[in-house]
């Protein structure tokens, strides 16, 4: 049987309980897209073309996508001709029912099957996007669970990353395996997971370097740990994890495509989705790719890293416009 976190299944587009929703919420309400639409709505409550046409740009610059945003407002826009809202509030609820429809199919938990034992995770992505602290959070909430957790220093061409994983590795009491700075990444990975394997551990986590995603050095070099990798066991890394900054933007959907290109990205995680970012990343991101979405960031606590829940993260981006309490 697979062990695995908590997994919700309300009824699709149904709202989520309020003790879900209120982290989600408070994260969320500064939000670009949430501040925009509830100050759209706002000053434009009436019915028309030409709501439906500010809604539209709306979503673009709260970087929903343009492919995304123009599905929506056409799908309300078919409605809108059938007279069946009566009023705008209606509409903003018709248009979360298609933000909810958009996301429920990536909002997928993370497994871990006992049976692949250690159960690898490479996490990759760009400098700066937190997958250092990620690692960190993932490790902590893994051990929370039971399992044996070992984490390995990949990224050996930033001395501070290797120290910062360690940090968490004493914080959370899990077990670091690193080399000397510059030392061959695939190396430190390989003899991490025979570490792991001749420890009996339940699950690796491997950092990676976060070199720009066009340096094509960077491509190999994750080639090369894959490779490596399946000399000890065929199907590692059994999940690819890649790590989004929320604030990026669109140059996430670039990032995306690169590394799942390079390295066959399996799961994403959306860091830094508290505050003033748009939010709307996931959304493009989940219609591009429709790539499980395993974990989003909403703050600085391990806590904060949350599993993805689509209803909760749509509700928390509308809350004031849909007067929640």
């Known amino acids: 049987m697979l062990k695995f976190w908590k997994n919700r299944e309300p009824e699709p587009g149904a709202p989520?309980?309020?003790?879900?929703?209120?982290?989600?919420?408070?994260?969320?309400?500064?939000?670009?897209?949430?501040?925009d639409i509830r100050d759209l709505f706002a000053r434009h409550p009436k019915l028309d073309e030409s709501l439906l046409d500010e809604l539209?740009?709306?979503?673009?610059?709260?970087?929903?996508?343009?492919?995304?945003?123009?599905?929506?407002?056409?799908?309300?826009?078919?409605?809108?001709?059938?007279?069946?809202?009566?009023?705008?509030?209606?509409?903003?609820?018709?248009?979360?029912?298609?933000?909810?429809?958009?996301?429920?199919?990536?909002?997928?938990?993370?497994?871990?099957?006992?049976?692949?034992?250690?159960?690898?995770?490479?996490?990759?992505?760009?400098?700066?996007?937190?997958?250092?602290?990620?690692?960190?959070?993932?490790?902590?909430?893994?051990?929370?669970?039971?399992?044996?957790?070992?984490?390995?220093?990949?990224?050996?061409?930033?001395?501070?990353?290797?120290e910062q994983l360690k940090t968490w590795g004493e914080r959370n009491g899990v077990p670091v395996i690193a080399q000397a700075a510059n030392a061959d990444a695939a190396s430190v990975i390989f003899d991490a997971l025979q570490s792991a394997r001749s420890q009996g551990a339940d699950v690796l986590i491997a950092d990676t370097a976060g070199r720009l995603h066009t340096q094509g050095g960077l491509m190999d070099e994750l080639a090369k740990i894959r490779r490596v990798l399946v000399k000890l066991d065929a199907e590692a890394p059994h999940e690819v994890l890649l790590v989004i900054d929320g604030t990026t933007g669109q140059n996430a959907i670039s990032q995306t495509r690169q590394f799942k290109q390079a390295i066959g990205v399996s799961g994403l995680v959306v860091t830094k989705l508290d505050g003033t970012a748009k939010g709307g990343v996931v959304f493009a991101l989940a219609r591009e790719f429709g790539l499980p979405i395993r974990f989003v960031g909403l703050g600085e606590t391990a806590e904060d890293l949350r599993e993805f829940d689509a209803q909760a993260f749509v509700d928390g981006l509308l809350s004031e416009t849909l007067g929640d309490a």
């Open 16 to 35: 989520a309980p309020e003790s879900a929703r209120k982290p989600w919420r408070e994260r969320l309400a500064r939000s670009v897209l949430n501040r």
């Open 56 to 162: 539209e740009t709306t979503l673009i610059g709260a970087d929903v996508g343009g492919v995304a945003s123009s599905e929506l407002i056409e799908s309300l826009r078919a409605r809108l001709h059938k007279r069946e809202f009566a009023d705008a509030g209606q509409l903003l609820s018709a248009l979360r029912e298609r933000l909810v429809a958009l996301l429920m199919p990536v909002a997928q938990p993370l497994r871990i099957d006992p049976a692949r034992k250690p159960f690898v995770v490479l996490m990759v992505g760009v400098n700066g996007v937190g997958k250092t602290t990620t690692i960190g959070k993932l490790a902590r909430r893994f051990r929370d669970q039971g399992d044996e957790v070992i984490l390995a220093a990949g990224d050996t061409f930033r001395a501070a990353a290797v």
